[in-house]
């Protein structure tokens, strides 16, 4: 689509939440084509390996498949934004928590590319204290994470949480590292 407006969202998605579907949404409706750039360098460990991360991404996203592609990114953000022609990053605000990490990441992005804008969505109320991190830690203590992330993604969470048990059975319990 030449001359169509492109937005990165990148993260690290381990996994997709209701929250980024929302985010991802909103953001089809301001910009022609929406680009999931989901991270290869995840600070911890991720729950999910990259490519179950971008499988699910394309999974979750497929109705949306005309204005949205998924796609792995190293490296800096803004030499993979440049890279692609995208005009902005989006990333989503959920409370003022948020807002000092993302005012810092989007300041050290345009000192390094001046030319990319950081736009800022708010996702819907509902998801205002959903994170990828919570959804982890709800469910792999047995909680139940329906209708925080979408039922393919609850599969998924279900069957890795069940051969992570299986694997430290295995192991005697021990814990790695
Ligand atoms: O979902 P997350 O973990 O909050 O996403 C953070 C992410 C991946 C967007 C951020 O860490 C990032 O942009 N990493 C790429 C490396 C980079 O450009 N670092 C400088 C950011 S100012």
């Known amino acids: 689509m030449s001359g169509a407006l492109l937005v990165l969202y990148p993260g690290s998605f381990d996994p997709v939440t209701n929250g980024h579907l929302d985010i991802i949404q909103r953001a089809c409706r301001l910009f022609d084509r929406v680009l999931v750039a989901v991270s290869t360098q995840v600070d911890k460990r991720p729950l999910f390996s990259l490519e179950e991360r971008l499988e699910m991404l394309r999974e979750v996203t497929a109705p949306l498949r005309r204005q949205v592609e998924v796609e792995a990114f190293d490296g800096l953000l803004v030499h993979y934004a440049v890279n692609r022609g995208a005009k902005a990053v989006i990333r989503g605000i959920r409370a003022v928590t948020d807002f000092d ?3 810092q990441m989007s300041l050290m992005n ?3 590319c001046e030319e990319l804008e950081t736009v800022f ?3 819907a109320e509902a998801y205002t204290y959903l994170s990828s991190s919570l959804v982890k830690e709800v469910a792999g203590l047995g909680g ?3 209708g925080l992330v979408p039922s393919q ?3 998924k969470l279900e069957e890795k949480l069940a051969s992570e048990r299986d694997r430290r059975k295995q ?3 021990c814990r790695d590292g």
């Open 153 to 155: 993604v609850e599969r």
């Open 171 to 173: 192991s005697g319990g």
């Open 121 to 123: 969505l708010v996702p």
């Open 110 to 112: 345009r000192r390094l």
């Open 101 to 103: 990490y993302e005012f």
């Open 144 to 146: 139940s994470v329906t």
